[in-house]
């Protein structure tokens, strides 16, 4: 059974950082491509960055230069370094997971970004 676990979010200032994290259990970490997604109230969930298991990454353009997304293969865990924050990134961060032909998620960790 997969289970992901993020951590990290808060209530920050515009223009601050946070680091999400997410931990993996139940796969062979190193072999999947992990995911950050995030949906904000009375939105469509977005895919916000992607990472490979070599470390290829990807962003939505909304997010480049100001995110990074990272991973421990050893210690099973994403990351997303979220820097510059503005009211707009105020959402619900998910990191997910294709294995064996389902899409797991975790629950989530709250980013909202307030003056």
């Known amino acids: 059974q997969v289970h992901l676990v993020e951590t990290g979010g808060g209530l920050v200032q515009p223009g601050g950082s946070l680091r999400l994290s997410c931990v993996a259990s139940?796969?062979?970490?190193?072999?999947?491509?992990m995911h950050w997604h995030r949906q904000a109230p009375g939105k469509e969930r977005e895919l916000v960055a992607s990472?490979?298991?070599?470390?290829?990454?990807n962003y939505t353009d909304s997010v480049k230069g100001r995110f990074t997304i990272s991973r421990d293969n050893v210690w099973n865990r994403v990351y997303l370094q979220t820097n510059n924050l503005k009211p707009e990134d105020t959402a619900t961060y998910y990191c997910?997971?294709?294995?064996?032909?389902?899409?797991?998620w975790g629950r989530g960790t709250q980013v909202t970004v307030s003056s």
């Open positions: 997910s997971t294709n294995y064996k032909g389902r899409v797991y």
């Open positions: 139940g796969l062979n970490f190193r072999l999947h491509v």
């Open positions: 990472i490979t298991g070599g470390g290829v990454t």
